[in-house]
């Protein structure tokens, strides 16, 4: 009998353990009618939200000029599409700007600046070459560079120069004083600089005599890019012209534009206009010949636009292409022939003559 009460009471105890009483889903009415007002409360929200933030200003933070979204202008473009001046006096908004050969551009500001006009004729002559910057593919651009141009007739440029020379022999090392050199030392500079006693960034190039190469050596790592070789122009066996063109070279620079890759310009002086006009034009030959020899090896227009302009005067003379101090002239409207390619085996050989324009048609 107690195995029975016991046996009864353990499935008593199981029962309550398993069974959980059930809840009661309350569906009414009222349930229903308080939902619906929190949806028209909630849209309601939403809707005032949405007209405050039209009637707002949101405060926008400075935009770089690179990501604005201005109307871009190709610099390449000219106004050739315009009908030519037939007077000398004309409106230049309507017509395509005239050519002008460099003495003729010289003379006009020679006369504008006369002692009878502003009276200023010791001013510099500057001169703006635009060029274009496409390398060998579209997608390849020619890098900024800067060459040292000899002048044959040197002006105040004012650029300070300091040079550093070294050489052996003492005739050597007094050239070099007397062009004008900044520091000139043989052996015993270059152990000086060993120790540290001298600050290569002071000075802007470092030349050297063949002679004392051997030596020069131990200064590589220091120089670096500054260590005099041929193929910078650095090492050379007359020091007292190798000073002279550094001392009274003009130094140009030509920068691709910020916004523009294919856009690139020089601009420089080639002289005061109290200079003989011939020195003048001299001058503006060495320095475009040193800029086109920057010119990739691809058809088409390198230097597209030369103009030369006086900083007391708002004229600016477009140079005709056809005075360019190039070798390869091509005059206007002269069409050049590349050679035919080599046909190939079972091939017929090719009969049409391909044609481009070059630099010097005009712009």
Not at 262 to 268: A, E, K, L, W, Y
Not at 286 to 315: C, D, M, W, Y
Request: include cysteine.
């Amino acid at each position: 009998m107690l195995g029975l009460r016991s046996m009864l009471s353990r499935l008593t105890i199981r029962s309550q353990a398993f069974y959980q009483p059930v809840q009661c889903i309350h569906v009414s009415e009222v349930d229903l009618k308080a939902r619906k007002g929190t949806r028209e409360k909630r849209e309601k929200l939403k809707k005032k939200n949405k007209t405050a933030k039209l009637t707002t200003i949101t405060k926008v933070g400075f935009i770089p000029r690179n990501k604005l979204h201005l109307k871009k202008v190709d610099k390449h473009l000219t106004n050739d599409w315009k009908a030519e001046p037939t007077d000398d006096a004309f409106p230049g908004r309507y017509y395509r700007w005239p050519l002008f050969k460099v003495s003729d551009a010289i003379r006009f500001h020679k006369e504008n600046l006369d002692p009878t006009m502003w009276n200023a004729l010791d001013s510099p002559l500057n001169m703006s070459v635009e060029m274009d910057m496409m390398g060998d593919k579209p997608t390849r651009m020619i890098s900024n560079f800067q060459k040292l141009v000899v002048i044959k007739h040197p002006f105040e440029h004012g650029q300070e120069r300091t040079i550093l020379v070294f050489a052996k022999e003492e005739e050597n090392r007094s050239n070099a004083i007397r062009a004008g050199a900044t520091t000139v030392g043989g052996p015993d500079l270059i152990k000086s600089a060993l120790k540290g006693n001298i600050r290569f960034a002071d000075y802007q190039f470092i030349l050297a005599h063949p002679d004392i190469m051997p030596e020069m050596l131990a200064l590589r790592g220091l120089l670096k890019k500054k260590f005099p070789s041929a193929k910078n122009e650095t090492l050379g066996m007359n020091l007292y012209e190798l000073v002279m063109k550094f001392m009274n070279g003009l130094f140009i620079s030509g920068r691709r534009d910020e916004f523009q890759e294919n856009f690139g310009i020089v601009n420089t002086s080639i002289g005061s206009l109290n200079m003989p006009t011939e020195q003048l034009i001299e001058n503006f030959n060495a320095i475009l010949t040193t800029v086109n020899g920057q010119r990739p090896n691809r058809p088409g227009k390198f230097i597209t636009r030369v103009h030369l302009t006086t900083p007391l005067s708002n004229e600016k003379f477009k140079i005709d292409p056809a005075d360019f101090p190039f070798a390869d002239y091509v005059r206007p409207g002269q069409v050049p022939t590349l050679p035919q390619k080599k046909a190939k085996k079972g091939q017929e050989k090719p009969t049409f003559v391909r044609n481009y324009q070059l630099f010097r048609t005009p712009v």
